[in-house]
Every structure is written in structure tokens, then in C-alpha cells.
Nanobody, 125 residues
Framework: QVQLVESGGGLVQAGGSLRLSCEAS????????MGWFRQTPGKEREFVGT????????IYTDSVKGRFTISRDSAKNTVYLQMNLLKPEDTAVYYC??????????????????WGQGTQVTVSS
């Protein structure tokens, strides 16, 4: 079993930055595809970005390109989501997820096996 714990969420003004962390326990993430998703009340979960097991195959949803950066530190068994130039529409609960070494389409949440509990990000205007 893998347990994922997100942290780093909070309240920030528009234009500000936050860095989310997703730390894993129970198993190494070295061979896992990692994803970040977000969800707001009444809406479906939305793909944010993904990073491959070796740090490659990085994909972002269009709305965050140029503002968000995903990275991973295998030694710390942690994945990060650096969020810059935040906008009110980025307000959501952010979740990290872990999947197998290769996912046919890592933008789909259904491909991931483990999920964190989520961390709230609120961007005020």
C-alpha cells in the first residue's frame, strides 16, 4: 500500500505562489507515474499535470502551462507542484496520485491507483 500526503496548500492573493508537496510512504515512488488533479465543489475532478517515473513525460493542462511546474525528488519520495502567478480560478482542492510506471494516458484519473487526501488552495482576487 502507498499512502500519499499532500501539504503546502493555503490562502494566497492573486499573482502569488504556493508549492504543494506530496510525500509517499509505504512504497517507493521511483517507478510511479505521478499526477496532480484538482476539484471544486460541484465540478468533476480536473487534470492539472503529470510527471513520469524518471522525471520525463511531463504534461500540463493548458490553463496552467507556463505557471505551474511539476518536479520530483526520488530520494525524498516526494513530488512537488510549484504554482506561480496564481489566479482565483485556480482555487480548488488539489490531489496527488500515483500510478504504474507507464500509463497510456496519464491525464486520466482512472489510471491512478493511489490518491492523497487533498490540500485546499484558495486564491483571493
Amino acid at each position: 500500500q502507498v499512502q500519499l500526503v499532500e501539504s503546502g496548500g493555503g490562502l494566497v492573493q492573486a499573482g502569488g505562489s504556493l508549492r504543494l508537496s506530496c510525500e509517499a510512504s509505504g512504497r517507493t515512488l521511483r517507478t510511479s507515474t505521478m499526477g496532480w488533479f484538482r476539484q471544486t465543489p460541484g465540478k468533476e475532478r480536473e487534470f492539472v499535470g503529470t510527471i513520469g517515473w524518471n522525471g520525463g513525460r511531463i504534461i500540463y493542462t493548458d490553463s496552467v502551462k507556463g505557471r505551474f511546474t511539476i518536479s520530483r525528488d526520488s530520494a525524498k519520495n516526494t513530488v512537488y507542484l510549484q504554482m506561480n502567478l496564481l489566479k482565483p480560478e485556480d482555487t480548488a482542492v488539489y490531489y496527488c496520485a500515483a500510478g504504474s510506471i507507464f500509463l497510456p494516458d496519464p491525464r486520466l484519473g482512472t489510471g491512478y491507483d493511489y490518491w492523497g487526501q487533498g490540500t485546499q488552495v484558495t486564491v483571493s482576487s
